[in-house]
């Protein structure tokens, strides 16, 4: 089973709208964390929020808030008003206490902010 | 603070040959992951390397591989080179035992090789 599950392949937004990009995850593990990197033409993996398994609040940093529902098993990445620079690829991630360092990574979203 | 540095940017080899490429981590980090990007995919986990030592492999065959150095820099072979190799690699590094899941990896900007 896939450990991580993006069902979006493509996404646009209107510049200045607000943006949902899904993400669940599969785990059996009781200590994980919920990562989502932006990856721009460039290549480069950019870090962009951080989510604990524990933490009882959704995180957030700047316009990007992380919709974390447990239960459902879900990570959502909400983006709130997209500019264009936010156009890039989106991987959502996970690390699990127990089975090493690596990062599970889904296939990606790519999103194109529409002037 | 220098981030993760990768060489070379491009590289261009032919089916059969051996490619290596090259990460620096970031000053005080002693782990160094390799992913490998294929077009359209996402990030396949390769190998990690702590202190020195191989600690992880994902599922890839025996030609790739790699070491770290006492500088905690590491290197990727690939040996026998296939067309399905040619992909973005990326390195990222971490520092174990400091509470760090919460900054997620620092990444480079990658390798992008082609096999022709």
Not at chain 1, 43 to 69: H, K, P, V, W
Not at chain 2, 50 to 76: H, I, T, V
């Amino acid at each position: 089973a896939q450990k991580i599950t993006q069902t979006q392949p493509g996404m646009f937004v209107q510049e200045k709208e607000a943006v949902t990009l899904d993400c669940t995850y599969d785990t059996s593990d009781q200590s994980y964390g919920l990562f989502w990197y932006k990856q721009p033409s460039s290549g480069e993996m950019i870090f962009l929020i951080y989510q604990g398994s524990y933490d009882e609040q959704n995180a957030t940093e700047g316009r990007y808030s992380l919709n974390f529902q447990k239960a459902r098993k879900s990570a959502n990445l909400v983006i709130s008003a997209s500019q264009l620079g936010d156009s890039a690829m989106y991987f959502c991630a996970m690390r699990e206490d127990n089975t090493g360092n690596q990062f599970y990574f889904g296939t990606g979203t790519s999103l194109t902010v529409i002037p | 603070e220098a981030g993760v540095t990768q060489s070379p940017t491009h590289l261009i080899k032919t089916r059969g040959q051996q490619a290596t490429l090259r990460c620096s981590p970031i000053s005080g980090h002693t782990s160094v992951y390799w992913y490998q990007q294929a077009l359209g995919l996402g990030l396949q986990f390769l190998l990690w390397y702590d202190e020195g030592e191989e600690r992880n492999r994902g599922n890839f065959p025996p030609r790739f591989s790699g070491r770290q150095f006492p500088n905690y820099s590491s290197e990727l072979n690939v040996n026998a080179l296939e067309l399905e190799d040619s992909a973005l690699y990326l390195c990222a590094s971490d520092s174990q035992g400091l509470g760090t899941w919460a900054y997620g990896y620092t990444f480079g900007s990658g390798t992008r090789l082609t096999v022709v």
